[in-house]
C-alpha cells in the first residue's frame, strides 16, 4: 500500500517527497497425516504426524520529510513439527480411559533490517538475524468414570523441556453431579505447565504491527505454572433455555509483566530483537484471580438469543520489579457483558451483538517536575508515573448488526453477509498519552474505530 501525503497533485509523474509503503502480510500452513485403528468395540487407537509453519512481515519505506527516509523489513516464524499416538479404551460400562504421548519440536525464527538517513547524521543500518530451537514432550493418562447421576474424572500429564531439563508432573480431578434431569453442578481443579512466553516488544521504533514474540522456556526462562480450581452448575428449566455459572480462583507463578508499563518506543535500533535484548524489558512475576463468569441462552423458534457476564480480579507480584504488594494487573477487566440476539427469517438472517465492559486500567501520572539543563539553561518537563495501574479509560461499549442472505443462482449456492461495525458509532478511547508543557499536562485520546461496514460474498459450486 503506497500513498503519497506530499498532496503535490500537479507533480504526480516524479517520485513524491513525502510517502509511505507498507507491506504486510501473515499466514499458517498445516500438513498433518493421521491413522486410526479400530480393532474392537472396546479398544480405539490413533497416530498422528504433523507439521506447521507459522510466518509473518511487516515492511515499511517512509518519508516523513525531505532528506529523511526509514525503511525496515521485520519478519517472524514459527515451525512445529510433531508427533502424536492415543490409545483410548471402554474396558466395561461407564468407564474409559484415555492415554497417549505427544512430542514436537519448535523453531523460532526472527530477522530485521533496517536503515534510518537523514541529512545531517550519518546514515544508520541494522541487520539482526535470531533463531531458537526448542523440544517438548508430553506423555498422559485420564481416567472417567460415569454412574446413574454422576461422573468423575481424574488424572496426570507428565511434561518434559529440553531447554533447561524441566519436568512436570500435573494431575487434575473434575466431578459432576445431575441433581436432577436439569441441575448439574460442577467441580474441578489441576494444574498446568506452559512452555512458550509470548512477549511484546514496546521499545523499537522499525516495526508495530509484528512486536509480539514466543519465547521458549530454558535454564533461565522459567516455564510459567498454573493453579486453577472451579465450581459451576449449569441449570436447564425447559427445553431452549439454559444457565450456566461458575466461579474459579487461579494462582500463577513465573508470569513475564513490563519492567515499565508506560516504556515508549525510541531511536532506530532500540534494545534489538534478540531474546536476551526482549527479556531485559521484563521481570519474573507471581499472579492469582478471582472470577465469576454467567451465562444464559434462549431458543424460541426462530428466535436465539445469548447473554455472557464475567467478573475478575486479577493481581501480579514481582520481587524483581521491585513490588512492595500485590498490584492491578494491566489485563484486569473486572466487568464485561455480551449479548447476541439473531432471527431467521427464510433465507435471511438478522442478528445484533453488544458489548460492555469496564475500561482498560492504566497508569496515571501523579506528578510534574522539571530539570534545568546546565547548559543552556533551559528546562526540561517530566512526569512521574507510578509503577502500577491507578486509573482506568472509559468505560467501553459497542453495538454491531449483520444480515446475511442466501439464495441460489446458476446452479450455485451463495451467501451475501453485511456486518455493520460499531453501529451508534461509538469512539471509545482505547489508550490515553500525557506530554508534559511549560504550564502543564497535554492530555491525547486516541479514539477507537468508527462505524464500519463489511461486505461478504460466498459461492458455493
Known amino acids: 500500500?503506497?500513498?503519497?501525503?506530499?498532496?503535490?497533485?500537479d507533480?504526480?509523474?516524479r517520485p513524491a517527497d513525502l510517502f509511505f509503503e507498507i507491506d504486510h502480510g501473515w499466514g499458517n500452513q498445516l500438513q498433518s497425516l493421521r491413522y486410526q485403528y479400530l480393532p474392537s468395540t472396546q479398544l480405539f487407537g490413533s497416530a498422528t504426524l504433523y507439521r506447521s509453519t507459522y510466518s509473518a512481515?511487516?515492511?515499511?519505506?517512509i518519508r516523513p520529510s525531505e532528506g529523511t527516509l526509514l525503511t525496515s523489513d521485520y519478519r517472524i516464524g514459527l515451525d512445529e513439527y510433531g508427533a502424536k499416538l492415543g490409545v483410548e479404551a471402554f474396558p466395561r460400562a461407564g468407564v474409559s480411559v484415555r492415554t497417549g504421548v505427544h512430542l514436537a519440536a519448535r523453531r523460532f525464527r526472527s530477522r530485521l533490517d533496517g536503515g534510518l538517513e537523514q541529512p545531517t547524521r550519518e546514515a544508520k543500518q541494522t541487520s539482526e538475524r535470531v533463531e531458537q530451537t526448542a523440544f517438548e514432550s508430553v506423555a498422559y493418562t485420564q481416567v472417567e468414570l460415569e454412574g446413574h447421576r454422576w461422573r468423575a474424572g481424574g488424572g496426570a500429564r507428565v511434561s518434559t523441556s529440553s531447554q533447561g531439563a524441566y519436568v512436570f508432573v500435573d494431575p487434575n480431578v473434575t466431578l459432576a453431579y445431575h441433581v436432577t434431569d436439569r441441575l448439574t453442578l460442577r467441580a474441578g481443579a489441576g494444574r498446568s505447565a506452559q512452555y512458550l512466553h509470548r512477549l511484546r516488544d514496546r521499545f523499537s521504533v522499525l516495526y508495530d504491527l509484528l512486536s509480539s514474540r514466543w519465547i521458549p522456556a530454558d535454564a533461565d526462562v522459567k516455564p510459567a505454572r498454573a493453579r486453577t480450581a472451579a465450581l459451576g452448575l449449569e441449570w436447564r428449566p425447559q427445553p431452549g433455555i439454559r444457565f450456566d455459572v461458575?466461579?474459579?480462583?487461579r494462582l500463577t507463578r513465573h508470569v513475564l509483566v513490563p519492567f515499565d508499563p508506560e516504556q515508549t518506543k525510541?531511536?532506530?535500533?532500540?534494545?534489538?530483537i534478540s531474546a536476551a535484548a526482549l527479556l531485559g524489558q521484563y521481570a519474573d512475576a507471581d499472579g492469582r484471580a478471582l472470577g465469576f463468569e454467567a451465562t444464559a441462552e434462549l431458543i424460541r423458534g426462530r428466535w436465539t438469543a445469548w447473554a455472557f457476564y464475567s467478573?475478575?480480579?486479577s493481581e501480579r507480584f514481582s520481587q524483581e520489579r521491585g513490588d512492595a504488594e500485590y498490584q492491578l494487573a494491566v489485563q484486569s477487566i473486572p466487568h464485561q457483558i455480551r449479548t447476541v440476539v439473531n432471527r431467521r427469517m427464510g433465507r435471511i438472517d438478522l442478528g445484533l451483538s453488544a458489548e460492555v465492559r469496564s475500561g482498560v486500567p492504566f497508569a496515571e501520572p501523579t506528578g510534574r517536575f522539571s530539570v534545568t539543563d546546565p547548559v543552556t539553561g533551559d528546562p526540561q518537563y517530566f512526569l512521574l508515573r507510578p509503577s502500577a495501574p491507578n486509573a482506568r479509560l472509559p468505560v467501553y461499549a459497542r453495538l454491531n448488526a449483520t444480515a446475511t442472505w442466501r439464495?441460489?443462482?446458476v446452479d450455485a449456492a451463495w451467501q451475501l453477509r453485511v456486518d455493520v461495525y460499531n453501529v451508534l458509532n461509538t469512539r471509545n478511547t482505547p489508550d490515553r498519552t500525557y506530554q508534559p508543557t511549560g504550564t502543564g499536562v497535554s492530555i491525547s485520546e486516541r479514539n477507537g474505530l468508527p462505524i464500519l461496514p463489511l461486505f461478504e460474498l460466498e459461492v458455493t459450486l
Open 246 to 249: 461458575e466461579g474459579y480462583g
Open 266 to 272: 525510541d531511536g532506530l535500533d532500540g534494545p534489538g
Open 311 to 313: 467478573g475478575v480480579l
Open 57 to 61: 512481515r511487516e515492511s515499511s519505506r
Open 1 to 9: 500500500l503506497p500513498f503519497d501525503f506530499s498532496l503535490d497533485f
Open 11 to 13: 507533480s504526480w509523474q
Open 407 to 409: 439464495f441460489r443462482l
